[in-house]
């Protein structure tokens, strides 16, 4: 399988590019889908390579670079008003994703675009942090019967709650997966090894392995993928960085059998290998072949992953890559949960898109 111009792009990151017009038009289309367009211009900030860039390219890249410092600085605007909103509440809030990177100030956060927060709470806590987010402007669009039941019975998550004046959205979970589905983690576990964000009293992140179980888990059991190169990259930042300490990789390993995330962990660490070069410790690698799936379970995901990764735009679409992405999206809602509920769900959903059209 050929790797997109973006792929290839990562695959060597120190080694600057001398892309044709034609080609530099390919690769922001490819960057803008994946929403990595931020990413790519703050790589070449940092390269010191935006002086060589032709005038088209440069103001794309200085656009991207822009709506990322604007967005950047809303997020943490962001939670320091969430943190205002619950600072009598004693009550343990954790950032998860890019606003955990940001306000931790990890290099997966650098250029990095967003489209919401995402807060874990203990579960017992999500009725009194929704009411605090109430009380201090956040509001709730779902108005549907169904889709409430649906996110407060059997999801991880309540529906996402929109400032009403600055239009901002956050996600309020109670762990990482649903509980319902194969995947289950109690988000009590992951609160126990929490860890604060400097000048915050009640602001959290997850502990480095748990991070990056988070992501790996989001991604490949979500079946959204039209920024899942942007995801993998993430991914890759979080490993490259915290395996400079000398503990992290066991207990990364250790902490995947523990939450019962060895198989996503297995994919991520496969695909970063792939497309980075990233690799455990060789003393390790035998442990992480042994998380993987069964052989056919194997190759059905590399073989799907490898497409579904791919930018989300023409130049880098394969003739099966439509059917990979679906696949993975029936597969990601079968994940989510139990046949006797996946189907009316599917079903239903069907329905909805398709009445929705019509009228």
């Known amino acids: 399988m050929t790797p997109s111009m973006l792929e290839s792009f990562w695959a060597h990151p120190d080694k600057q590019p001398q892309w044709t017009g034609a080609e530099w038009e390919t690769v922001l289309g490819q960057a803008?889908?994946?929403?990595?367009?931020?990413?790519?211009?703050?790589?070449?900030?940092?390269?010191?390579?935006?002086?060589?860039?032709?005038?088209?390219?440069?103001?794309?890249?200085?656009s991207g670079l822009r709506l990322t410092e604007r967005q950047q600085h809303e997020v943490r605007w962001e939670v320091n008003r969430i943190a205002h909103a619950l600072r009598d509440k004693n009550v343990a809030v954790v950032l998860l994703k890019g606003a955990a990177y940001l306000m931790a100030e990890l290099p997966a956060a650098r250029g990095r675009l967003f489209s919401d927060i995402d807060l874990l709470v203990p579960r017992d806590k999500v009725d009194m942090v929704e009411s605090s987010m109430f009380a201090a402007g956040w509001i709730s669009d779902e108005r549907d019967a169904y889709n409430q039941r649906y996110y407060r019975q059997w999801m991880h998550e309540i529906p996402p709650l929109r400032h009403v004046q600055r239009n901002t959205y956050i996600d309020i979970h109670h762990t990482i997966t649903p509980p319902v589905s194969r995947f289950n983690v109690d988000g009590a576990h992951l609160l126990q090894r929490i860890g604060p964000i400097p000048g915050y009293q009640n602001i959290y992140v997850l502990a480095p392995?748990?991070?990056?179980?988070?992501?790996?888990?989001?991604?490949?059991?979500?079946?959204?993928?039209?920024?899942?190169?942007?995801?993998?990259?993430?991914?890759?930042?979080?490993?490259?960085?915290?395996?400079?300490?000398?503990?992290?990789?066991?207990?990364l390993l250790d902490r995947a059998i523990q939450l019962g995330l060895q198989i996503p962990l297995f994919h991520a660490l496969h695909h970063l290998e792939r497309l980075f070069g990233t690799v455990p410790p060789a003393a390790l690698v035998p442990r992480v072949q042994k998380m993987g799936p069964s052989g056919g379970a194997k190759v059905f995901m590399e073989w799907t992953l490898g497409l579904a990764l791919r930018p989300a735009h023409p130049s880098s679409d394969m003739r099966l890559t439509g059917l990979a992405r679906w696949l993975l999206y029936v597969r990601s809602h079968a994940l989510r949960m139990p046949l006797q509920l996946v189907v009316p769900h599917l079903v239903r959903k069907a329905w909805k898109r398709r009445f929705t059209e019509e009228t």
């Open 209 to 251: 392995e748990d991070m990056v179980l988070h992501s790996a888990v989001h991604l490949f059991t979500e079946g959204e993928f039209y920024a899942g190169l942007r995801d993998l990259l993430d991914l890759n930042d979080l490993v490259k960085h915290f395996a400079q300490r000398a503990t992290f990789w066991n207990v």
């Open 32 to 62: 803008r889908q994946s929403r990595l367009l931020g990413r790519l211009a703050a790589h070449f900030v940092d390269r010191g390579w935006m002086p060589q860039v032709r005038v088209g390219p440069f103001l794309h890249l200085e």
